[in-house]
Nanobody
């Protein structure tokens, strides 16, 4: 059973930075694309960033140029560096493995990111 554990969230002022981490236990981490999602109150969960096993990345338009996704396959960990944070980035952030557009594992508890104006 794969477990996803996200961490690194917190409360920051607009313009600040955070780095999120997600560790996947019990998985064949290196063969799957990994992605970060977020869900704001009253909104659907949305894809934020994705990284392939080889390191190719893509981002939602809303975070392009501000967020950077990376991975360390040896540590079964994917990261999300978030710079120039905006109040609209406030959400619970989750990670998951993805294949053909679908997530593979049960969602973890997520990590709360709150950005004050």
């Amino acid at each position: 059973q794969v477990q996803l554990v996200e961490s690194g969230g917190g409360l920051v002022q607009a313009g600040g930075s955070l780095r999120l981490s997600c560790t996947a236990s019990g998985s064949i981490f290196g063969i799957n694309a990994m992605a970060w999602y977020r869900q704001a109150p009253g909104k659907q969960r949305e894809l934020v960033a994705r990284i392939t096993p080889g390191g190719n990345t893509n981002y939602a338009d809303s975070v392009q140029g501000r967020f950077t996704i990376s991975r360390d396959n040896a540590k079964n960990t994917v990261y999300l560096r978030m710079n120039s944070l905006k109040p609209e980035d406030t959400a619970v952030y989750y990670c998951n493995a993805v294949r053909f557009g679908s997530t593979l594992y049960t969602w973890g508890q997520g990590t709360q990111v709150s950005v004050s104006s």
